[in-house]
């Protein structure tokens, strides 16, 4: 899809877009089109139940003597409210309106009201970001789709005063949807084509934006001692990897920020199997890592002023002759022992050893992890937020603020000695899982156990976030790249200079 931006034209063509606040209160472009067509805008309004809330949506056949054959009055919301991420939101929507109307090309005349916290250049820039999340498509492995089931626009323009500076602003965009798109692929893909080689094959491609990226293979990864992680892959015929994607953009010698993520491409619960229905899905079950590898490529991609680390934790969960059993016990990376008491609690056994890692080579300012890692995270908060747990609590609340600009919503967890008596184990150091009470608070503590002295560290779980059944405004069905905005916009609030 084409996004063009260009100075406010008298005779836009094909399907135009203008904007409307509360109390169906067109703004000057919308007043003069309605002009042009003898009140039929505000006569359509009356009729209607559009009032110019936020993401409403009003079209209307154009009368006879005009360029335009259709037009449409999307509704703002109160000019004060107006945000970056309501205005992506509107776009999102006027794009699926002209999608659902097959509509070829779209022209929005962009004003924006008094009060409005945005100027008209980067309402458009906002409007047109949210249309290029929402034109995501993963329909690489379809043969047959009906005409109607296509997207047909194709360009969309942006008639604006100040057309250059929201040009300007735009490109600075780009990179997000890019990385946006990188991930959601990711996520997507089916676990034939990506396992731990392929996904580790993919994140080594970010070399070309400055990124320097390195992969361990199971003999590396067996000479530091990270058995924890490598007991998961055992019983898969492709190897487990770690990968290593290093951005030094910011001061010489200044420690690194570290973002750690799960990469299980394939989780059958091991011998612990998990039921047959949904198994499926268990392909996302990598998309902390996928997370994490669009964060990589959107901080080069825009040459972000700080240093960072991401590293991801590779593997395959199955359920062959030679995988890990209930009981064993393994040696993780760190010393401490974890008697194996349930195959399923797989990702905390990967994380462990990834976090201990990132600690020892790189000594990290911070760590922020993601993670599909426990079902009950989803039972607790549904598909509205991912659960935030934190020993730190200024980086929590960076972090919630962060998501809650880019709505990639948090809510924190507690976490405290208590849970932390249902991990103990007879035999080892700890269990990895402690079954079905507070599980997801659980996990978080076996994790705190590898985090080092007082070093800010952040668990996200992302199991109720990673994947929409519905979608919205700006996410289309499917995989969403929870994770990435949230934490570009965290590097950009808080750590760059």
Known sequence: MRIVFAEPAKTPAGCVAVFATPERTL?????ALDKATQGALKRAMAASRFTG???QILAVMAPNGLSADRLVVAGLGAAKEITRRSAEGIGGVLLADANGAGQKALSVLVDAPTG???PAAELAARVALGMQLRSYRFDKYRTKEKPEQKPTVASVTFHVPGAAAARKLYAALEPVADAVFMTRDLVSE???VIHPESLAKRAKELAKLGLKVEV???AQM?????N???GVGQGSRRESQMVVMRWDGGRRGEKPLSFIGKGVCFDTGGISLKPAAGMGDMKWDMAGSGAVIGIMRLLAARKARVNAVGLVGLVENMPDGNAQRPGDIVTSMSGQTIEITNTDAEGRLVLCDVMWYAQQKFDPRLMVEFSTLTGAIVVALGHERAGLFSNDTRLATQLRDAGAKVGEKLWRMPL???YDQSIKSDVADMVNSAGREGSSIAAAQFLKRFVQGNRPWAHIDIAGMAWSSKGDATTPKGATAYGVRLIDQFVADHYER
Not at 222 to 226: E, H, L, N, P, V
């Open 222 to 226: 067996r000479r530091q001692g990270m």
């Open 116 to 118: 409005s916290p945005l």
């Open 27 to 31: 703004l000057g472009y919308g007043a």
């Open 228 to 230: 924890a992680l490598l």
């Open 416 to 418: 405290g000695d208590g």
């Open 53 to 55: 809330k936020k993401g």
């Open 216 to 218: 361990l293979g199971e």
């Open 190 to 192: 089916p676990p034939n």
